[in-house]
């Protein structure tokens, strides 16, 4: 590394031997700059070889040197000698020569010259690192052969020479430049004494190089060169170089050439004029080498100079630069002759003479700065002048000119006084007018100046201007303000007053005010009386004229009795209510406007402050309601009434108790100890006296077990009124959490926090099961459970073996670890029975034995299972073994399966399923859908063996339902019904509020037990959300809908019938704030802004109280706007107001009638209109966003029903035989996860791989007064919601904000399968001759058959929806809906990949989403309107609503996945039920590639009598395809029996009669007549038989595809109707 510092930075080269460095794969160089400006620049070397070694030089260069350093490197290998370059020295400096050694190690480094070994002289050294240094060089002696030898081994060396030639430097003697003149010849020799030939000589001038010419001639020699100049001028001057150089170095000398010029003028001096007191320059340039110096002299005198003395300098007479005369201020004494002499050494001296004359402007010599006059009187102002004439006066008054011909008031006179002009001003008689800055300016043709005097005019002074500040009862305070004092000082005031009907002969005075006083209190007045009040002002001139008279009236008095009757009733634990009636009325002393009422608590302890709270009066009795009290505590009362005078004395105290509570907090120092295995002691004391809130009457504990598992037993509680309790027949050796209570005569208080206890440890129960195998022909493999209640911790198992027919008397016992629940007992005899039992053991002892099993070894024992089944509990996400250890001979195969609907299913290894080699099932991070019957299988030759287990999957709670249920002003109250459990007891809820407008949730954890909660301390008159989730032992559940309410209380509001101004005058206006009605929660402040009208600047003024507020300073007669604004929590009321102060008299003024007036209106028409506008411009350009966004929702929506009304026409019919009968229309599944379009037929809906079929049919077909003409299809769109890959925390309601939550119907059974999280959408199509109203939409397709162009029309009816509020706090917006139609939009864009719409027209309306997942729904309708109307009539009128149902569950299997239409019951091959879309797919071609369907002829409609029966007892139906019949008879077929199957509830169907057809519908817009296709069966009474056709009807909260159908004797399987969801689409 290499670093150098320079500016500008230097660049850094290296060299190694004096060779630069190339830069190649091995040799890389890199440089930058540090923030210091340092440069650093490194020399990478890759792979060092031994030509690399040497001495390395980094150089650093910039514009102004080098710089450089070097340093050897040695490389590891055998030395040797680079050829040297031959040196060239030059003489009298250093010169370095280096050895070129590369390689390591060697021993020495030497040089030698003419065989000499060096150093032999003192200019000789060679250092250790090989490296000659020879000190100023001699050519003679230092010239020749060098050579440099190394001794790479003790007998052996190295040598390499080099030849060093000597160059020597020019020499130049010295020369100068004689002194020079201009005009002069000038010769200079350059000779060069010494130095190695060739030799360049050149002169340079300045640094420039020198050309011969212009008078300057070169001539050069061998060693010598001359400058010559002919003629020697100014522009010779400079320096000159003459440089030398060869081939050693260049070297030069540099003189200076002088060229002297004597002095002349280039400016001369003239005769000049200088006005006085203005600045002046004598004008004198000269210039000459070397530079003249010059020098001014002055003559005094007009006449001819006699003698010239230098001009002194001073701070007023300077020489300029340009050698000029300055003088800053011209005086007379300045006159004169002037001298300019410049001289420099160089010829004579030159000089030159000039006259100075200096005028004399006009100037002001004497004025009078002030003077005083009296108004009335006349007064001269007289002004003196001198300069030069002529000179003119002017008098100016103010900024005016005076012209006495113009006015006759002013006279001019001048005249000449010698030297001087005097100038005189007359005013006649001098005014008030008059009291300002007169001036006298002169003016000649030099100059003006000007002179200003002060006149001041004194008069008795103005009348002073008088305010009433304050009027009281029986005095009033004035104060007044003295505008013009007569310019002369107040000597002191008089104040007299009257009554206002007296004469002012009987007036009252106060004189000789002192003037330092600008107010006084006038007293010993009447109440509501009226005075008239004048004032005067004195100076020494005399006394004013008498104010402007004010009137004013005395104010009331405060009243001077107290309110009567005063009485106290207790309301609640926290408010007492106070009535009383008025004080007497001649004790009121004027209009009584309020009550003050004081409280104050008389318990002990208490500060014995009142709280006051005030009221306005309504009339002579009143009623006040204390709230926020203490509970259980003594309050003493007073009231005082007040009216606009101030407050009078209050009631005598009367006390009152508030009503008993519950305790606010719980028992203390709460302990609890476990006594024996059942019995506890719980202890503990009294709450603090304080909080009870009443009389304790007893204490309550509470205490609940906690299981193993995580749940919770059930609640108990024992009522005691002593401080401690004994619990008994507790369970063994369990944890129980216990907490305690104070109740008083309202009600149970707090609970103390939860205390864990844990009873103590017994004998155990005896174990839960016991099983006994044969293992072999000696012996056998016992197993057992373990103790349901283990009351304790087991340390072993005892097992024990007895033979009855052995003759021995004690059994044999074998001892295992608690973990291992089986024993192989070896070594028994084979055809000999054994009794085998087993007891568990605790700490506590050995407990009971299990039940007895005999035994007997066998040679070959058949596949026997060790393992038990029953119920596992698990929360889910957590791993789960289900273990099924087996025996026998050959060891048996173990096989899983799980019951789905009717059928095993194999349980298939996974990543989420494993068995391992004992047989053991390992279910990885179980969900809910996991929940089931698994039966595990062990079979070898001998037999088989099988164990059932149920397992159950706890998941998080539900939602649950949060109402409001009261409010307050500071509390709102909530109670909720918590939804399902989730498979695990709640532990608890989390309630979350905040503020409406606020994101910041508060969070309050709430006992399970709890059903209601009361949020205090809330804020008055606020918007609140709240939302509550349920907690159990898996976690947290979902939040519930977020609900708003409102604490009590709205934004102030100013009573009209209160008077705003109590009081104004012409500067001051008194406001009384107590009509402000605070709304129920309490003004936090009042700001007032007020301004005169016309103005733009308003005042502000901020009150905190409701009191009186002054509004002072303000202009007298002038009309004022008034704008107030009081704010409370809830939020802020104003109130405008218009006044006008009174005029200096005590008049009123008349309103404003000008083009002002109409301007006011016009700016406040704007300041309102524009808001106006604005506002409405908002709210229409959010409207038509709105509408954009609906329109094109509902276009995607309009595109989803065409597509699906579209395929549902495609599949109605066949292209080649006309339809007859009803129309059997199928319905439309649209899977959108999967993008999948399933067609379920009406006639059923098959899975494949499954012999088993369901069949929906639409409520439209139950009704029994259905119209034959009318037949309605069924559109369904299933949305499974990712169930298998995100966990039953998603639901569809959570996938917008606002989304209303639905609640969860509780079914359960043993075989229920949780698909919580799956939304199912049912939209209907009705064909009907005449519909009550349709929307109708038209397309054409074409047939993929036979390419046949069809057209079709069908119609959808749509129920109009009723605007209504009914709902509000379950209902939400169509903000909700929209995440419906964005599910149907997006099964239209994958749609759109099968089909291709050419036209549509539909109309759709949106509406509110409810939830309508109670059982509130109607099963039909008896008018032919439409079927939406007939399948889900909303619960609550004129609201829309739409069902969505969970899909059935779905199997792993791809084959199971898809659900295909079953067109008729041939026994055609599944690849004909599929839909086109489906069979374009490898999976379910076939093989040979013919086409196996043929074309399907038309079915008969053969469920709708069936249908009818049914309507009444059933929502869904599902048939039996075991059955050819489908459980009807087929056309032509014999009379048989049918029964149908529901839930709880049994069926008969009739059997159609013989030659008896259904009315046939008619004919509709799009299909033909058709004719009878069935014959009802003939009705029977039969009961079902076993393996007949039967039925199964599930109930309306079901899925259309969770129905199954099973055999006989398999029980019914129900969908997760707990997690379904039901809304209704009008």
Not at 493 to 513: L, M
């Amino acid at each position: 590394m290499c670093a150098a510092k320079g500016a500008p930075p230097p660049t850094v080269t290296w060299a190694l031997d004096d060779e630069p460095i190339v830069r190649d794969g091995s040799h890389r160089t890199n440089q930058y700059t540090m923030s210091d400006g340092t440069t650093i620049s490194h020399m990478n070397v890759t792979g060092p070889q031994i030509r690399d070694g040497g001495v390395y030089r980094c150089t650093a260069r910039n514009l102004v040197g080098s710089a450089e350093y070097q340093a050897r490197i040695n490389v590891r290998g055998p030395p040797s000698i680079r050829a040297m370059r031959n040196i060239t020295a030059v003489a009298g400096r250093d010169t370095l020569i280096n050895c070129r050694v590369i390689g390591y190690p060697y021993y020495s480094i030497k040089w030698y010259k003419d065989a000499l070994l060096l150093p032999d002289n003192h200019r000789q050294v060679v250092f250790e690192n090989g490296t000659l240094k020879l000190t100023d060089v001699q050519k003679g002696m230092d010239e020749g052969e060098y050579l440099c030898s190394v001794l790479i081994q003790p007998q052996l060396s190295i040598s390499q020479s080099v030849h060093v030639a000597v160059k020597v430097p020019p020499l130049i003697q010295p020369f100068e430049f004689p002194p020079a003149s201009i005009g002069q010849l000038l010769y200079i020799p350059c000779v060069v004494s010494s130095g190695d030939m060739p030799i360049r000589i050149t002169w340079r001038k300045d640094g420039q190089v020198i050309i011969s010419g212009s008078g300057v001639t070169i001539e050069s020699k061998e060693f010598m060169s001359s400058l010559q100049i002919s003629s020697v001028s100014l522009k010779h001057n400079g320096n000159y170089t003459c440089i030398a150089s060869n081939a050693a170095a260049t070297v030069s000398r540099e003189r200076q050439l002088i060229v002297r010029v004597p002095p002349r003028f280039v400016v001369q001096p003239n005769n000049q004029d200088g006005i006085y007191g203005k600045a002046g320059v004598l004008n004198c340039s000269v210039d000459g080498y070397p530079p003249p110096k010059v020098m001014w002299k002055h003559a005094k005198g007009s006449g001819n100079p006699q003698q010239y003395h230098p001009v002194p300098l001073t701070g007023r007479i300077q020489i300029l630069p340009n050698s000029s005369l300055l003088i800053r201020h011209v005086l007379e004494e300045d006159i004169g002759y002037y001298l300019c002499q410049a001289s420099n050494g160089v010829g004579t001296d030159i000089s030159k003479s000039m006259f100075l004359t200096v005028k004399i402007p006009a100037m002001i010599t004497s004025h009078p700065n002030t003077t005083i006059a009296i108004k009335g009187h006349a007064k001269e102002l007289n002004c003196t002048a001198r300069g030069e004439r002529p000179i003119i006066i002017r008098w100016e008054k103010g900024d005016t000119v005076i012209d006495p011909d113009r006015v006759m008031r002013y006279a001019i006179a001048t005249k000449d006084n010698g030297d001087e002009v005097v100038s005189t001003l007359k005013l006649k008689p001098a005014d008030r007018g008059d009291s300002v800055f007169f001036s006298c300016h002169a003016i000649n043709s030099y100059g003006e100046d000007r002179g200003l005097i002060q006149l001041t005019v004194q008069e008795p002074p103005d009348p002073p201007e008088l305010e009433i500040r304050e009027v009281k009862a029986r005095s009033m305070n004035l104060r007044w303000t003295q505008r013009f004092d007569g310019n002369s000082i107040i000597t002191g005031f008089d104040i007299e007053y009257k009554n206002k009907s007296d004469s002012w002969d009987f007036k009252q005075s106060t004189r000789n005010i002192s003037p330092t006083i600008n107010q006084a209190n006038i007293v010993d007045l009447h109440p509501a009386s009226v005075y008239s009040i004048r004032m005067y002002s004195f100076n020494k001139i005399g006394r004013s004229e008498p104010s402007k008279e004010l009137t004013i009236s005395t104010e009331e008095a405060a009243p001077d009795g107290p309110p009567m009757d005063v009485t106290l009733q207790p309301v609640t634990s926290q408010s007492i209510q106070v009535t009383w009636k008025a004080p007497k009325k001649e004790l009121q002393n004027g209009v009584i406007r309020g009550y003050q009422i004081g409280y104050r608590e008389n318990s002990p302890g208490s500060n014995g402050q009142y709280s006051i709270v005030e009221m306005k009066a309504t009339g002579d009795s009143e009623v006040y309601t204390l709230d926020n009290l203490k509970k259980f505590a003594q309050y003493g009362v007073v009231v005082q009434a007040f009216n606009r005078a101030g407050t009078g004395p209050s009631s005598s105290e009367i006390n009152a108790t508030t009503l008993e509570d519950v305790p606010s907090q719980p028992p203390e120092n709460v302990r609890a100890l476990s006594i024996t295995s059942d019995v506890a002691v719980i202890s503990w004391s009294e709450p603090p006296r304080s909080t009870l809130n009443g009389v304790l009457k007893g204490y309550r504990v509470i205490f609940w077990s906690l299981y193993v598992d995580g749940e919770w037993g059930e609640m108990q509680n024992i009522t005691t009124t002593r401080e401690r309790v004994e619990l008994r027949g507790m369970e063994k050796f369990t944890n129980y959490s216990v907490q305690v209570l104070a109740y008083t005569q309202a009600g149970d208080g707090v609970r103390s926090s939860v205390l864990y206890i844990q009873t103590k440890e017994d004998v155990p129960g005896p174990p839960a099961g016991i099983k006994a195998v044969p293992s072999s022909a000696s012996s056998v493999v016992v197993s057992w459970l373990p103790p349901t209640k283990p009351n304790g911790v087991i340390r072993k198992y005892t097992i024990f073996c007895s033979s009855p027919g052995s003759g021995q008397p004690a059994p044999s016992e074998y001892e295992t670890s608690p973990e291992q629940l089986f024993y192989r007992i070896a070594h028994l005899n084979r055809g000999q029975q054994y009794l085998l039992w087993v007891a568990a053991v605790t700490s506590a002892g050995r407990g009971n034995s299990s039940e007895k099993v005999t035994i007997e070894p066998a040679g070959k024992a058949p596949a026997k299972i060790i393992s038990f089944g029953g119920t596992v509990t698990t929360p889910w996400m957590k791993d789960v073994r289900l273990p099924c250890n087996s025996v026998g001979d050959p060891a048996p195969a173990v096989k899983w399966t799980k019951d789905s609907e009717d059928s095993a299913i194999p349980v298939s290894m996974d990543g989420h399923r494993l068995i391992h080699t004992n047989g053991t099932l390992l279910l990885r991070a179980v969900k809910a859908e996991d929940s089931g019957y698994y039966t595990c299988t062990a079979t070898n030759t001998g037999g088989f063996d099988t164990i059932i287990v149920n397992l159950l999957v706890q998941v998080p709670p539900d939602q649950p339902r949060l109402t409001v249920s009261k409010t307050s002003a500071s509390s709102i109250t909530l109670t909720w019904i918590p939804g399902d459990n989730g498979g695990s007891s709640i532990r608890g809820f989390v309630l979350q509020y905040s503020v409406d407008n606020s994101e910041e949730w508060k969070d309050v954890f709430i006992s399970s037990s709890e059903r209601s909660f009361k949020l205090d301390s809330l804020k008055c008159g606020t918007w609140y959300k709240v939302k509550l989730a349920a907690k159990n032992s898996v976690g947290s559940g979902r939040i519930s809908e977020i609900i708003e309410a409102k604490t009590h209380g709205r934004e102030p509001s100013f009573s009209k019938d209160q008077h705003l101004f109590t009081h104004i005058n012409s500067t001051h206006a008194r406001l009384n704030l107590q009509g402000w009605n605070n709304g129920g929660c309490p003004i936090t402040a009042i700001v007032l802004e007020y301004r005169p009208k016309g103005t733009w600047a308003w005042q502000g003024l901020r009150a905190n109280s409701s009191g009186e507020v002054f509004l002072t300073e303000l202009r007298e007669a002038t009309w004022y706007e008034l704008r107030m604004r009081a704010c409370n929590s809830a939020g802020c009321g104003n109130e405008t107001a218009q006044f006008a102060t009174l005029d200096y008299d005590g008049s009123t003024i008349p309103p404003i009638k000008s083009a002002q007036g109409e301007g006011d209106d016009v700016k406040k028409l704007f300041t309102i209109g524009c808001p106006v506008i604005l506002a409405t411009l908002g709210v229409a350009l959010l409207f038509i966003v709105r509408k954009k966004r609906k329109e094109k929702r509902l276009k995607r929506l309009r595109d989803a029903k065409s597509l699906a009304e579209m395929l549902i026409s495609k599949n109605n019919r066949s292209f080649d035989t006309p339809v007859k009968g009803p129309p059997q229309g199928p319905r439309l599944h649209i899977d959108i996860p999967r993008v999948q379009l399933l067609i379920e037929d009406k006639e059923g809906i098959k899975q494949l791989g499954d012999d088993k079929a369901t069949i929906p049919v639409t409520d439209a077909e139950f009704s029994q007064a259905v119209n034959p003409q009318s037949f309605c299809t069924g559109v369904s769109l299933h949305h499974p919601t990712l169930i298998q890959s995100t966990g039953p925390l998603i639901d569809m309601s959570d996938i917008r904000p606002g989304t209303n939550p639905v609640s969860r119907k509780n079914v359960k059974s043993a075989h229920s399968t949780r698909n919580r999280y799956s939304s199912q959408w049912t939209l209907t199509k009705c064909q009907a001759s005449t519909p009550a109203r349709t929307l109708t939409s038209d397309w054409r397709t074409v047939g993929s058959q036979h390419g046949v162009t069809v057209t079709e029309s069908d119609s959808y009816s749509a129920s109009l929806s009723q605007d209504t509020d009914k709902g509000r706090n379950s209902m939400v917006s169509t903000e909700s809906a929209s995440s419906t139609y964005e599910e149907l939009a997006r099964a239209y864009e994958h749609a759109k990949l099968e089909e291709q719409l050419q036209h549509a027209k539909f109309e759709i309306t949106e509406c509110f989403i409810s939830d309508s997942s109670s059982d509130q729904m109607t099963t039909g309708t008896n008018e032919n309107a439409d079927s939406m109307t007939s399948m889900s009539t909303p619960s609550e009128p004129g609201i829309c609503r739409f069902t969505a149902s969970p899909p059935k569950p779905q199997d792993a299997d791809r084959g199971k996945n898809v659900a295909v239409p079953i067109p008729h019951r041939a026994n055609k091959s599944d690849y004909c039920n599929l839909p086109l879309y489906a069979k374009s797919e490898a999976f379910f071609r076939k093989a040979d590639g013919r086409e196996p369907c043929p074309v399907v002829p038309p079915r008969e409609a053969s469920i709708r009598n069936l249908a009818r029966t049914y309507h009444t007892q059933a929502r869904h139906l599902t048939l039996d395809p075991a059955s050819k019949s489908l459980g009807l008879p087929h056309p032509g077929a014999p009379a048989a029996a049918s029964t149908a199957t529901l839930p709880q509830r049994t069926l008969a169907m009739p059997a159609p009669p013989a030659g008896t057809a259904p009315p046939a519908p008619g004919p509709t817009p799009a299909e033909p007549p058709t004719a009878p296709s069935a014959a009802p069966p003939a009705p029977s009474t039969e009961p079902p038989r076993a393996g007949g056709p039967h039925t199964k009807m599930g109930g309306s909260r079901d899925s259309l595809l969770e129905m199954s159908t099973s055999g006989v004797g398999r029980s019914q399987k129900q969908g997760a109707g707990a997690y379904s969801k039901s809304y209704t689409l009008v």
